[in-house]
Nanobody
Framework: VQLVESGGGSVQAGGSLRLSCAAS??????????MGWYRQAPGQQRELVAG???????NYADSMKGRFTISRDNAKNTVYLQMDSLKPEDTAVYYC?????????????????WGQGTLVTVSS
């Protein structure tokens, strides 16, 4: 499975951006379980932004609640992140994540899969 992000860019504080992450390589034996978005600002560790399970249950980092909305379209194997009321401290590289389940005769193996990241820059 490959994850390709899009939608990053530069925006002024208070503005909005919508990130998309499309997964390719999904088959009857290669499934997407949990998907989400992480971010990494310069000099900082990668942190969770939001996640969504295959059934649609979501979770958010506290600082993103009320401003960011994660959603997924299982038919398109795509996860989205709507970011509103952006702040300069939201500036980071945003990475798409998917827990890929590879089905075998013995069961299923989970593989953590990451996109290459998309840069979001919020200016004051």
């Amino acid at each position: 499975v490959q994850l390709v992000e899009s939608g990053g860019g530069s925006v002024q504080a208070g503005g909005s951006l919508r990130l998309s992450c499309a997964a390719s390589g999904v088959t009857s034996s290669v499934k997407l379980n949990r998907m989400g978005w992480y971010r990494q600002a310069p000099g900082q560790q990668r942190e969770l932004v939001a996640g969504v399970g295959s059934g649609g249950i979501t979770n958010y980092a506290d600082s993103m609640k009320g401003r960011f909305t994660i959603s997924r379209d299982n038919a398109k194997n795509t996860v989205y992140l709507q970011m509103d009321s952006l702040k300069p401290e939201d500036t980071a590289v945003y990475y798409c994540y998917a827990e890929v389940i590879v089905l075998t005769l013995e069961g299923g193996n989970a593989v953590d899969t990451w996109g290459q990241g998309t840069l979001v820059t919020v200016s004051s």
